[in-house]
């Protein structure tokens, strides 16, 4: 019996970790790859007000949208959350637009004297998850629990990659170039106010068909 077990429980863990590595790689690659930039887009308005020194409030931001995206992510896989395909993508750059808008609109950057900005956070990671099940429910197999886990660790790293090149970029400009951190975040966050709007406009009528 003993002999028994312990042949099991190693059966048990091979077949977890079996599909670990590919849906580890395919969450890294679906949120690093530019066709769905909307997602980058939303990561570097979150992130690229802030510089290196402040990246103890980078790391509440992200931790609050990871946690909303992995809640939506797991509800939607087990179909808790019924909402449109058509209707979250176009609520996906609605969020992008208004952090952009928070950003621009916002005479101080730090999260500590918007703290309203957590909130925001999380909901749209709750939006951004739902995004992600769209793509991983088309890919998930009979090992889901497993499979979620892999795919949502990838995400995390590849938005780690998105964060530290955002902050290096805005360090890069505001120390080194010595460009006006005001100037800075209104470029940045007007560029992205301006390509989430039409992105916005480009989804709106697929909710009337």
């Given at each position: 019996m003993?002999n028994?077990k312990?042949?099991?429980v190693?059966?048990?863990?091979n077949?977890?970790?079996q599909d670990?590595?590919l849906?580890?790689?395919?969450?890294?690659?679906?949120?690093?790859?530019?066709?769905?930039?909307?997602?980058?887009?939303?990561?570097v308005a979150?992130?690229?007000?802030y510089?290196w020194p402040?990246?103890r409030?980078?790391l509440?931001?992200?931790t609050a949208?990871t946690?909303?995206?992995?809640?939506?992510l797991?509800?939607?896989?087990f179909?808790?959350i019924?909402i449109?395909?058509?209707?979250i993508e176009?609520l996906i750059p609605v969020?992008i637009?208004v952090?952009?808008?928070i950003?621009i609109?916002?005479?101080?950057?730090?999260?500590g004297?918007?703290?309203?900005?957590?909130?925001?956070?999380?909901?749209f990671?709750?939006?951004h998850g739902?995004?992600f099940?769209n793509?991983?429910?088309?890919?998930?197999?009979?090992?889901?629990?497993?499979q979620?886990?892999?795919?949502?660790?990838?995400?995390?790293?590849?938005q780690l990659?998105i964060v530290i090149?955002?902050?290096g970029?805005?360090?890069?400009v505001?120390?080194?170039l010595?460009?006006?951190?005001r100037?800075?975040?209104l470029?940045?966050?007007?560029?992205?106010?301006?390509?989430?709007l039409t992105m916005?406009?480009?989804?709106?009528?697929?909710?009337f068909v």
């Amino acid at each position: 019996m003993n002999n028994r077990k312990a042949i099991f429980v190693p059966n048990i863990v091979n077949y977890a970790l079996q599909d670990f590595p590919l849906y580890f790689e395919l969450g890294v690659a679906h949120i690093l790859d530019w066709q769905g930039y909307d997602h980058i887009l939303f990561l570097v308005a979150l992130c690229g007000v802030y510089t290196w020194p402040e990246w103890r409030q980078v790391l509440g931001l992200v931790t609050a949208f990871t946690l909303g995206h992995s809640i939506s992510l797991a509800l939607s896989l087990f179909n808790k959350i019924p909402i449109s395909v058509a209707f979250i993508e176009f609520l996906i750059p609605v969020t992008i637009l208004v952090s952009a808008f928070i950003n621009i609109i916002s005479k101080k950057q730090t999260s500590g004297s918007r703290p309203f900005i957590y909130f925001l956070a999380m909901l749209f990671g709750l939006i951004h998850g739902l995004g992600f099940s769209n793509y991983l429910k088309s890919l998930i197999g009979p090992n889901i629990l497993n499979q979620l886990l892999a795919f949502n660790v990838g995400l995390e790293i590849g938005q780690l990659f998105i964060v530290i090149f955002t902050l290096g970029i805005s360090y890069i400009v505001v120390q080194v170039l010595h460009v006006s951190r005001r100037e800075w975040n209104l470029f940045l966050s007007s560029a992205i106010f301006g390509i989430a709007l039409t992105m916005s406009l480009s989804r709106l009528s697929p909710l009337f068909v």
